[in-house]
């Protein structure tokens, strides 16, 4: 502290370089004036051009950073010379806080930034220190690939959400052990909700459901070379229409029925909907239901009877919680569909208890191989918006900031697996990296196809889909161009409404394009030691396609077998045969080569080889349209 006359709050921050990082921690002292709510940490300044680009959040919360992308992706034979900037909370809680980069082309520069909600928030401000710090380096010759390196360094042996170890070691009966035929489902579709394209009100009929994707099933044949097409389930409820009604009776009006309203009465089920799972894993597909995970309708009557108002999140002005004043405490309510909801606190022994009976009910009693519950993940509840429960009385160890929602679903989940009768599997929204591992098992939706960030730090450690690819036609190679793109960053490929693409699975013009779906599959599967149980690696940069046809993706397996890299390379396009050429620089891989050593190339599937290589590993080939091939760089010494 400076001399001179004291403050209301004193701030000290510590800077400690450790293994070439520099670890900024931060303090704050006050005499109980004063709150402290929330505050930034932040990077100003940073050097940019033209072609830098930024790891965003979106590949995990608390990560940032900045590197130069002049040849698309760093995977020839050598760095292109830049620093990349490493930013990030080593935070292994993942307490509530909002991290953002920022451009600025006129000046040339940028920052890198996370803003904190404080722990207590409300409380007066006597003594505040960080429990984690934030991290920064520079990467010399780095790219997005190494500042995700850094990262996976750090997070997997501290983390909450990374204690259980990885994929390989979590098999057979046990908690953290995900089923067996996870990693074997290669497609996600859902069926349409509220309405159908082909027969109105029908989308979430269990009769049609069963028909519809049995059709589909036996189209894909994917069981056949040990994939599994996998199905999210909405609208399987009742939802306040009248059993058999086929979703024609609602129980009020004017307020409706159906999707996204009277949660969290998920049961009954509709009638036929335990027979039509039943039937659809009799033929090797794998069904969820929807749930969602936050939301209650307060139009249920069961809101006033069971004073539900008391277990609501909270919110809380900005205001000093004192003896004498007490903040002013108002509902997190929302609207969907015209039908007001009030947030839960999952840290409450009600709320905690409807979760888990809902689900236990559904995996129990109606036979789904598990549950997508719904907003788990949402943003709110992780950054420092003003969502945060703020309520004393409720069971959560801070008021506001902290983990406390996290913590609150690993132990609802912590109980479903332990009384689900079989391995089942759990999904969340968003790519939240908090919520997996002891809470969920995969998360939905990839925000990226460009870099496979996700799958670069917590490969091996966890699963995540593609993303929503609705919309997108088959006829005219849209869905195939984005489940490519899913594919080559290590998502599972989906999820896409099925009902959307009406006939075009079966018109006969389209054939070759399903036939491509099932070889991506049949791919995911052969290279699944890699693409599920090992991690992403740098972008394979192809030369000589001129066509700008082709995607390809990279994934190293690492462990006491040795190291290897799988690439695959795929054609989504019609009516196009591409050549292309490589020229790959092992190192920049993750392959380690020692002196003497050389990189053998062999293709995957057919065992065939390409040479063997003491240095820059290069080949060229041609792929026919809907072609796919994955090529094997194995280390021999």
């Not at 590949?59 to 830049?82: H, I, T, V």
């Amino acid at each position: 502290t400076p001399p001179g006359p004291s403050a209301l709050v004193n701030v000290s921050v510590t800077a400690t370089l450790s293994k070439g990082c520099l670890e900024y921690e931060i303090a704050f002292d006050g005499d109980g004036t004063l709150s402290l709510w929330d505050y930034m940490i932040s990077l100003p300044n940073i050097a940019i051009t033209p072609s830098t680009k930024s790891v965003q959040p979106a590949a995990a919360g608390q990560l940032l950073g900045f590197y130069e992308d002049e040849g698309g992706g760093g995977g020839g034979s050598g760095g292109n010379g830049s620093d990349a900037v490493y930013f990030a909370a080593h935070d292994p809680a993942r307490t509530t806080k909002s991290c953002t980069t920022v451009f600025y082309p006129a000046q040339e520069s940028g920052s890198l930034s996370c803003s904190i909600l404080a722990v207590n928030a409300s409380l007066p401000l006597h003594h505040y220190a960080s429990t984690y710090p934030i991290v920064v380096t520079v990467i010399g010759g780095g790219d997005w690939w190494d500042i995700t390196q850094v990262y996976r360094t750090w997070v997997l042996p501290n983390s909450h959400w990374t204690q259980l170890g990885p994929l390989d070691n979590r098999t057979g009966p046990g908690p953290g052990a995900p089923p067996d035929w996870l990693e074997n489902v290669t497609l996600w579709v859902n069926n349409n909700h509220g309405s159908d394209p082909l027969k109105p009100l029908w989308g979430g009929d269990p009769n049609y459901v069963q028909l519809e994707m049995l059709k589909l099933n036996a189209l894909l044949g994917l069981p056949a070379h040990g994939g599994h097409l996998a199905l999210h389930w909405y609208e399987w409820d009742l939802l306040g229409y009248a059993a058999g009604s086929n979703y024609t009776k609602c129980d009020r009006s004017p307020a409706p029925c159906g999707f996204d309203t009277h949660y969290p009465d998920y049961l009954p089920a509709r009638p036929g909907c335990k027979d039509a799972v039943a039937a659809m894993k009799d033929e090797g597909m794998r069904v969820i239901p929807y749930i969602n995970g936050q939301l209650f309708d307060i139009l249920l009557p069961k809101y006033k009877t069971d004073k539900a108002d008391q277990f609501a999140a909270k919110l809380s002005p900005k205001t000093m919680k004192t003896e004498g004043r007490q903040p002013n405490l108002t509902l997190n309510t929302r609207e969907f569909d015209h039908i007001s909801d009030v947030v839960m606190c999952p840290a409450t022994s009600y709320w905690h208890g409807i979760m888990r009976d809902t689900m236990l009910n559904i995996v129990n009693g109606l036979g789904f191989d598990g549950v997508y519950v719904d907003q788990v993940g949402v943003e709110d509840h992780r950054t420092v918006a003003d969502h945060h429960c703020m309520d004393p009385t409720h069971s959560h160890a801070t008021i506001g900031g902290g983990s406390y929602w996290a913590d609150a679903y690993y132990s609802i989940m912590a109980e479903v697996r332990a009384g689900a009768n079989r391995p089942s599997m759990f999904m969340t929204e968003g790519t939240i990296e908090e919520m997996q591992g002891p809470a969920f098992d995969i998360m939905l939706g990839l925000d990226w196809t460009d870099r496979p960030y996700w799958h670069a730090i917590y490969g091996g450690y966890g699963y995540a889909t593609g993303r929503a690819t609705s919309g997108q036609p088959l006829s005219t190679g849209g869905l195939l161009e984005q489940l490519t793109a899913q594919f080559m960053v290590g998502g599972t490929m989906g999820w896409f409404t099925y009902e959307t693409h009406k006939n075009e699975f079966y018109l006969p013009a389209n054939a070759r394009k399903v036939d491509y779906i099932k070889r991506l599959s049949m791919a995911r599967i052969a290279a699944k030691r890699w693409m599920v149980h090992g991690r992403a690696t740098r972008s394979l940069v192809l030369g000589g396609d001129p066509t700008g046809s082709l995607k390809a993706g990279c994934f190293l397996r690492d462990g006491k077998a040795g190291e290897s890299v799988v690439c695959a390379v795929a054609s989504p396009k019609e009516s196009v045969l591409a050549n292309f050429s490589l020229a790959l620089h092992p190192p920049r891989f993750g392959l380690t080569v020692p002196d003497g050593a050389a990189v053998a190339l062999t293709d995957l599937v057919t065992g065939a080889s390409y040479g063997t290589f003491q240095s820059v590993v290069s080949y060229s080939a041609s792929l026919p349209e809907f072609g796919i091939t994955l090529l094997k760089l194995t280390v021999k010494s």
